[in-house]
Every structure is written in structure tokens, then in C-alpha cells.
T-cell receptor, first 116, second 111 residues
Framework: NAGVTQTPKFRVLKTGQSMTLLCAQD?????MYWYRQDPGMGLRLIHYSVGEGTTAKGEVPDGYNVSRLKKQNFLLGLESAAPSQTSVYFC???????????????FGQGTRLTVV | SQQGEEDPQALSIQEGENATMNCSYK?????LQWYRQNSGRGLVHLIL?????REKHSGRLRVTLDTSKKSSSLLITASRAADTASYFC???????????FGTGTLLAVQP
């Protein structure tokens, strides 16, 4: 039972390079999220998706793009990496409790990205 | 800006003592959740309290919610060294079910 899997776990990029972070979940969850975690800042929502084919901006979307072509996958893209994007990135997925509007999120183990 | 602010930022206690951490938020919510993060790991859901609830218990955890003050507290009773972790509150608001997290409290439980 894999849950939420992020690839890669570590990456070093040069300024201006591009990359895609992959998040995969095997729980058939509708909702998926990308967060970044920086010291003293907690987790900040980058983008999220409420279902296959949908995406929406979070708190800090600039410099990132996302796609949700398949329900189980949520991709986060950096088109031109900047040192300010050095961070730990977490993906999460969640489901709606039956008959309720509440969700509980399940997190991946994180991707540590350094932009030099 | 982030929805939740946690207080204190860091807390150090002895094993067996109780730990209390607080969360304040800015807008009306559907529910508030608490998560735990061990160093270098992803977050794990602990407990959820809905906006029409005032208190909830789960094992050694007790959560309260005061919507008039837009605040919540998490109490961990009889703490153990294994409780050492960062604790985050998160709120769900509106119809989008997006989770917005606070800045977290780093709890250190000394054996």
C-alpha cells in the first residue's frame, strides 16, 4: 500500500533549468495538493486540484505550473528555476468523508530541491 | 498570507508533562485539523474538529475550538519522547476543500 509517492526525493538544479516533480497516489483520492515548506514559514499551498483535469492556484503559485491529466497523478513544473524556489516540496491527496464536506490529507515524503 | 499562526513556535517539556499548543486563524472555517511531522518526514493527520464542535478527544490528544476567537488548542497529555515532532494546524474553508496550514510548533519532549 504505497499511499502518496513523490519522485524524485532530492534534486539540485542550476538557475534557469526546468524540472517536473511527480506525485502519484493509489487511494483514488479526488483532491491533490502541492506545498512548499521553508524554515519558519510552515507549509504554503502552491497549487491544488479538486479532480482529474482541474487545477487551481494556492497561496504561492508564481513560478510553478501543474497538471492533473490522470486522477492518480499531479505534476508540479518549474519552467525556469530560481534560488528562491529552494525548498522542500510536499504533495498530498485527500478524499471527502462520505456525507460530509471534510477531508483528511495524506502526505508524501517530500522532495528536497536546491537551486544554485 | 497563511491562515494559521501557531503559538508557541517551540516548546520543550519533560516526559510525562502535558504539552499545549495554540493555533489562531483569520477567516471562517469548515473544520480545523492538526497534523504531526517528524523530522525529515511528511505530515500525518492527527485529529479533525468541525466548526460546530467545541472539543474533541483522541487517545492522549484533546482539541478545542473557539470560533468566536478564531482559535484552537491541541493538548497532548502524559507526553513521551516519541511525541517529539512539529505540530501544525490546518484549516478548510469555503467550498474548495483546500487545506491551509499554519507555521507550526516544534515540540521537544526530554526523556
Amino acid at each position: 500500500n504505497a499511499g502518496v509517492t513523490q519522485t524524485p526525493k532530492f534534486r539540485v538544479l542550476k538557475t534557469g533549468q526546468s524540472m517536473t516533480l511527480l506525485c502519484a497516489q493509489d487511494m483514488n483520492h479526488e483532491y491533490m495538493y502541492w506545498y512548499r515548506q521553508d524554515p519558519g514559514m510552515g507549509l504554503r499551498l502552491i497549487h491544488y486540484s479538486v479532480g482529474e483535469g482541474t487545477t487551481a492556484k494556492g497561496e504561492v503559485p508564481d513560478g510553478y505550473n501543474v497538471s492533473r491529466l490522470k486522477k492518480q497523478n499531479f505534476l508540479l513544473g518549474l519552467e525556469s528555476a530560481a534560488p528562491s524556489q529552494t525548498s522542500v516540496y510536499f504533495c498530498a491527496s485527500s478524499y471527502l468523508f462520505p456525507g460530509r464536506r471534510d477531508t483528511e490529507a495524506f502526505f508524501g515524503q517530500g522532495t528536497r530541491l536546491t537551486v544554485v | 498570507s497563511q491562515q494559521g499562526e501557531e503559538d508557541p513556535q517551540a516548546l520543550s517539556i519533560q516526559e510525562g508533562e502535558n504539552a499545549t499548543m495554540n493555533c489562531s486563524y483569520k477567516t471562517s472555517i469548515n473544520n480545523l485539523q492538526w497534523y504531526r511531522q517528524n523530522s525529515g518526514r511528511g505530515l500525518v493527520h492527527l485529529i479533525l474538529i468541525r466548526s460546530n464542535e467545541r472539543e474533541k478527544h483522541s487517545g492522549r490528544l484533546r482539541v478545542t475550538l473557539d470560533t468566536s476567537k478564531k482559535s484552537s488548542s491541541l493538548l497532548i497529555t502524559a507526553s513521551r519522547a516519541a511525541d517529539t515532532a512539529s505540530y501544525f494546524c490546518a484549516t478548510e474553508s469555503g467550498a474548495t476543500n483546500k487545506l491551509i496550514f499554519g507555521t507550526g510548533t516544534l515540540l521537544a519532549v526530554q526523556p
